[in-house]
Structure formats: C-alpha cells, structure tokens
C-alpha cells in the first residue's frame, strides 16, 4: 500500500553533523499510528459501552486495550470510567466515527503487517457497519 522508503532522510544530519534528537524507523512510527487509532477506537467503544452496554463491546474494548499496550511497548492505554459520557450523543453517528476509525487502523495495520491488530480492526469495522444498518434503512 505504501511506497517504500528509497533515500535517506533529510533529518538525520545536518552538513555532515549528527544530530542530537532520537530517530524512529519507519515501524516505530506505524506502530505509533497505529496504537494512536486502536486508543482513538477504545474510546469511543468505551463511550458506546456506557451509553448501549453489551458483551461485544466489552470484548472489543479488552482485545483493544490489550493492542494498544502491546503497541506501546506494555503502557497501558488511559481509560475512562463507564460513567463519563455525558449529554445525548447520537449513537448512529457514534457507530460512524467508530467504523472510520476502525478503516483507518486496518490501512496502517496491513501497511505494517500486523496480523492481529488488523484483523481486529476489520471485525469492528463489520460490527459498526451491523450496527449501522437497521438504523440506515429506516431513515430513508
């Protein structure tokens, strides 16, 4: 899906001169992407746990959690309590940012390999899209 990289990165010296700032290779910064989408998904399972709970989003949200941590290197993700949400969100429109996200994760996790991650990421992507479905059609 991405090209390769083919040159050196202007960034990693200056006139000859290493420089002082750390360097991440192209899969730390995917694997940072990545956990930044998984993270970004967690939240609004969470959100949807909170407002509709159900066995499934309890599920995707640990298989989620346990992504995002290997990502990043055994750091656990910042979880907010069940409680939180606040207000009257539109739960369709909560399944159509969830899907979004969720296609976003599944393009970087095939880019970099990722097996698990992606795999996951399809899942609720077609667990978003069921969830859209019967809501869709009865509004037109």
């Known amino acids: 899906m991405y090209e390769p990289i083919r040159t050196k990165s202007v960034h990693s010296t200056m006139a000859g001169t290493t420089s002082d700032f750390p360097h991440r290779s192209r899969e730390e910064e995917l694997d940072i992407q ?3 989408h998984l993270a970004a998904l967690l939240t609004v399972t969470d959100e949807l746990r909170a407002l509709a709970p159900s066995a499934d989003l309890d599920t995707a949200a640990d298989r989620l959690a346990e992504q995002v941590t290997r990502l990043r290197g055994g750091r656990a993700p910042a979880r907010a309590p069940l409680t939180s949400v606040t207000g009257r969100p539109n739960l369709a429109s909560m399944h159509r940012r969830a899907h979004a996200l969720a296609g976003r994760a599944l393009v970087v996790a095939a880019s970099r390999a990722d097996t698990a991650a992606a795999i996951l990421s399809a899942e609720r992507m077609d667990a978003h899209a069921a969830a859209l ?6 509004a037109h």
Do not use: D, F, S, Y
């Not at 479905?133 to 009865?138: F, G, K, M, N």
């Open 34 to 36: 990545l956990a930044g």
């Open 133 to 138: 479905e019967p809501r869709e059609l009865a």
